[in-house]
């Protein structure tokens, strides 16, 4: 698919990874619409990138909201032919605290939001998709899920985010051979350490010291790489029912 083409639905796109797609999309000739809670943020890049942008408060776990949403999108873009799915949340809790066990409201939220939420967007995207007219590869459409190196080197006080980065690994391959037939290609990134709002907190000490721990390069990885890498997922229709691991040849230790 080429990028100018792309009519993009990006989930979280209001900041960090998803903003950094949304940019993307646009600079390279096509269009998106964010899909995100924050409507300072959404709105905000929306009157900064124009025309090409839209932006709809979405809760990607309501089956309600994303289905209005999409057909919004998909009205607003004449087609949705590209899913980008980075809204997610992360939360650190022990199973066996010093003071109590693991909260299962805590652990429930995080799989909601991070799996069943992507899981949501992509069963209704994916409807929408199955209608596009095929490009010349036979294309319809492409979905590109977020997952995390904490779904392979999940560390202590991970469980919950890890079960749902997992989850979203585990689907990859069987939603890809399912959707073959129809020319919708289904991937996963799995990003490393990088500098997203949820890092803007610590000290910028602090932000150094979980970059040396990167072999290379030995810094934060930036959103731009990883939207880089979603263009060329875009891109290339080799890629299908696989998970990438972005994340400079880390593997984290138990803690």
């Known amino acids: 698919m080429h990028m100018n ?14 903003e950094a797609t949304v940019r993307a999309i646009v600079q390279n000739g096509g269009k998106a619409v964010i899909f995100d809670q924050s409507e300072e943020k959404g709105v905000r890049l929306q009157n900064e990138l124009g025309e090409a942008v839209l932006f709809i408060k979405t809760d990607v776990t309501n089956e309600e909201e994303v289905t209005e949403a999409v057909h919004q999108a998909s009205e607003f873009m004449g087609s949705v032919n590209t899913v980008i799915n980075c809204a997610g949340i992360g939360i650190a809790e ?40 095929a490009n010349e590869q036979g294309e319809r459409g492409v ?25 979203i690994v585990g689907m990859t391959l069987p939603i890809a051979r399912e959707l073959a037939r129809y020319g919708i290609r289904v991937m996963t990134i799995a990003p490393g350490l990088f500098h997203t709002p949820m890092f803007d907190t610590l000290p910028q000490e602090a932000k150094d010291s979980l ?25 290339n229709a080799m890629l299908n029912g696989e998970t990438i691991r972005l994340d400079g040849a880390i593997r984290m230790q138990p803690r």
């Not at 899920?145 to 560390?155: H, L, V, Y």
């Open 5 to 18: 083409t792309c009519r993009g639905v990006v989930t979280g796109g209001a900041s960090g990874l998803g």
């Open 94 to 133: 022990k199973v066996i605290g010093r003071n109590n066990v693991h909260n299962l409201d805590l652990f429930s939220k995080v799989i909601q939001v991070n799996l069943i939420g992507s899981f949501n967007v992509i069963r209704i995207a994916a409807e929408k998709m199955i209608s596009n007219e």
């Open 143 to 167: 979905i590109i899920n977020t997952a995390s190196i904490a779904a392979f080197d999940g560390q202590i006080g991970q469980a919950a985010y890890s079960a749902s980065k997992g989850g």
């Open 211 to 235: 970059g040396k721990m990167v072999p290379f390069p030995s810094r934060l990885g930036s959103p731009n790489e990883y939207a880089q890498l979603a263009q060329s997922i875009i891109e």
